[in-house]
């Protein structure tokens, strides 16, 4: 089946400094989304990519997707606390059934003040 | 945020004793899914339903039962609850069509001793 392998599992930084997660698929997407869950809450949709090599901002957020459509990234510039959270990516797969998101594992990034 | 509820919030249930969990949403959603988090796992699909009475598995769907007889319900059930079910689990709805954008609830802690 699909698997998405996200990277680093944690990371902890001092406020300022820029953050980065990354996500690979073991097989080609037909969009890759992006969302948040912060200590204790519930996951929040941030953004979807689609096309190959697309690139989105939200702010201090850049997201990409890849060429091939097989991984993405997430990146923060200078960091808040109030980016603390886990990030998730989650792969939507093509065809039939395989539609379904497969998520990551996560990045938990905690922001030393 | 999408209205989404789920009961109960916290449960503590004994090993082989049966748990529903309700998902309720009004926003006339289509699909719905059950997912559950565990520390290191991320986020995992058990089953989801595209329309009353239409579900199919996830990839973890072993040891649990959903049922959907309207469109704002979808249930959850493990028929005998063992440790290893002890998790976080969300459930999410999308509008149109499967692994679109997904809103999640906000959980429901489930602890099987």
């Known amino acids: 089946g699909q698997q998405v392998m996200q990277i680093p599992q944690y990371q902890h930084v001092q406020e300022g400094e820029d953050f980065t997660t990354y996500c690979n698929s073991s097989?080609?997407?037909?969009?890759i989304q992006w969302y948040k869950q912060r200590p204790g809450g519930h996951p929040v949709f941030l953004i979807q990519?689609?096309?190959?090599?697309e690139v989105k901002k939200q702010k201090r957020l850049t997201f990409q997707f890849g060429e091939a459509k097989k991984n993405s990234s997430l990146h923060i510039t200078a960091t808040q606390t109030t980016d603390v959270g886990t990030y998730f990516c989650a792969g939507r797969g093509s065809g039939g059934s395989n539609y379904k998101l497969t998520f990551g594992k996560g990045t938990l990034l905690t922001v030393n003040p | 945020d999408a209205g989404i509820t789920q009961s109960p919030r916290h449960k503590v249930t004994e090993t082989g004793t049966p748990v529903t969990l309700r998902c309720h949403q009004t926003?006339?959603?289509?699909?719905m899914y059950w997912y559950r988090q565990d520390p290191g796992h991320g986020l995992r699909l058990i089953h989801y339903s595209y329309g009353v009475k239409d579900t199919d598995k996830g990839e973890v769907s072993d040891g649990y039962s959903v049922s959907r007889s309207k469109t704002e319900d979808f249930l959850l059930t493990l028929e005998s609850a063992t440790s290893s079910q002890t998790s976080v689990y969300f459930c999410?709805?999308?509008?149109?069509?499967?692994?679109?954008?997904?809103?999640f609830g906000p959980g429901t802690r489930l602890l099987v001793l």
């Open positions: 097989t080609t997407l037909s969009n």
């Open positions: 926003e006339n959603h289509r699909y």
């Open positions: 990519l689609v096309k190959s090599g």
């Open positions: 999410a709805i999308s509008q149109r069509v499967l692994g679109e954008t997904q809103y």
